[in-house]
T-cell receptor, first 113, second 113 residues
Framework: DTAVSQTPKYLVTQMGNDKSIKCEQN?????MYWYKQDSKKFLKIMFS???????INETVPNRFSPKSPDKAHLNLHINSLELGDSAVYFC????????????FGPGTRLTVT | GNSVTQMEGPVTLSEEAFLTINCTYT??????LFWYVQYPGEGLQLLLK?????DKGSNKGFEATYRKETTSFHLEKGSVQVSDSAVYFC????????????FGTGTRLQVTL
């Protein structure tokens, strides 16, 4: 009964490859997020979708493309991977305007070699 | 812009010691404030929150008071346990910004016997 799940948990790949990370939430939330946590634990928002519509798009290279096929899923596709993309990527979700809490997934550790 | 500043870690304490992790913020609006905790290998979990000045958030023995005059939200616990070892993130959210959380850099807490 995991609330926010991500796959894969670990991803090791070479520079130049294209990869996807998937996120699913079973909480019935309207809003989903992608965050990137670098090696120093600094956490920064990348994207947010509300009801499948993009509402936050921070300064992220356009090699990163989020896709929300439905309200419960927000996937992250990364083209032409670079060494600097190595990080832990967290998905999160939130319900409605009245709720402040974001529920985070367990993270996907991406290592680009 | 909005930003959160946390004390550098790691913070190393003996079990039952008193904990303070400092957090200050700058914000263009009137923020809500949060503490999130990340246990090893896991995603972030909301620890406590405060939505207006002088509010005190508390959970699991942790407390933090929203101080508007000093723009601070310091985390405290009277007696830490080994199980409290984790990374603690202070964060703020300005209403109307699609619930985007702005995080501090995180403070690692290590509690030893």
């Amino acid at each position: 009964d995991t609330a926010v799940s991500q796959t894969p948990k670990y991803l090791v790949t070479q520079m130049g490859n294209d990869k996807s990370i998937k996120c699913e939430q079973n909480l019935g939330h309207d809003t989903m997020y992608w965050y990137k946590q670098d090696s120093k634990k600094f956490l920064k928002i990348m994207f947010s979708y509300n009801n499948k519509e993009l509402i936050i798009n921070e300064t992220v290279p356009n090699r990163f493309s989020p896709k929300s096929p439905d309200k419960a899923h927000l996937n992250l596709h990364i083209n032409s991977l670079e060494l600097g993309d190595s990080a832990v990527y967290f998905c999160a979700s939130r319900q409605g305007a009245a709720s402040y809490e974001q529920y985070f997934g367990p993270g996907t550790r991406l290592t680009v070699t | 812009g909005n930003s959160v500043t946390q004390m550098e870690g790691p913070v190393t304490l003996s079990e039952e010691a008193f904990l303070t992790i400092n957090c200050t913020y700058t914000a263009t609006g009137y923020p809500s404030l949060f503490w999130y905790v990340q246990y090893p290998g896991e995603g972030l979990q909301l620890l406590l929150k405060a939505t207006k000045a002088d509010d005190k958030g508390s959970n699991k023995g942790f407390e933090a008071t929203y101080r508007k005059e000093t723009t601070s939200f310091h985390l405290e616990k009277g007696s830490v346990q080994v199980s409290d070892s984790a990374v603690y993130f202070c964060a703020l959210r300005i209403s109307g910004t699609a619930s985007k959380l702005t995080f501090g850099t995180g403070t690692r807490l290590q509690v030893t016997l």
